[in-house]
């Protein structure tokens, strides 16, 4: 490739980079997302921190989001410290028993921080939102996770079966 080629390639990926990252991707840090160390002991989707989330789904009925952070598993079973999101409809529940609440496992987002659905879901960028809209007007609560390794620091697995399993299984709990 010849020198003036390559600056021109490399310019359009930083161009194309620009316009497709999510606002604020570059500064990513957030101390909510910072795993407490020592983690404390708690059972597998035990909450270990949460706060209110900014969030809009274009056609969903009104709701409250909250972004969590709990205990899961890493493949091995280690105990590991995973973060998500929690929509719940701000109408009364009329259905038979409790409101239900559905894992919503979305697809890959990719290995950043800026990454992770809750940040997604902030940003606006999440491309599941028509469906996590859909489970919020049949009046279900959902709950979706980051899959484990979004926290600051940590390395994301969510390619990980096993750890895929625990994080979507212990993010409703």
């Known amino acids: 490739m010849r020198p003036a080629s390559f600056r021109s390639a490399i310019a359009v990926l930083f161009a194309l980079a620009a316009v497709l990252l999510p606002a604020g991707a570059a500064s990513a840090a957030d101390p909510f997302y910072a795993a407490p160390s ?3 002991h708690g059972a597998p989707g035990a909450l270990i921190r ?9 056609g969903a009925q009104p709701f409250t989001a909250t972004t969590v ?3 899961s598993r890493t493949a091995t079973g280690g105990d590991e410290a995973v973060t998500g999101t929690v929509l719940t409809p701000k ?9 239900p609440y559905v894992s919503f496992a979305v697809g890959t987002q990719g290995l950043g921080p800026s990454c992770a659905p809750s940040r997604q879901l902030v940003a606006g960028t999440e491309y599941e939102s028509g ?3 859909l489970a919020l007007d049949r009046g279900w609560g959902v709950a979706v996770t980051d899959y484990d390794g979004y926290v600051d620091g940590a390395t994301p697995t969510y390619t990980v079966g ?4 625990h994080a979507v299984l212990d993010v409703v709990r």
């Open 131 to 133: 469906n996590l809209a």
């Open 50 to 58: 949460a706060r209110p989330a900014a969030i809009t789904l274009p």
């Open 38 to 40: 020592p983690l404390p």
């Open 91 to 99: 109408a009364p529940w009329t259905g038979a028993g409790p409101r």
């Open 69 to 71: 952070m709990y205990h």
């Open 162 to 165: 096993p750890a895929m399993a």
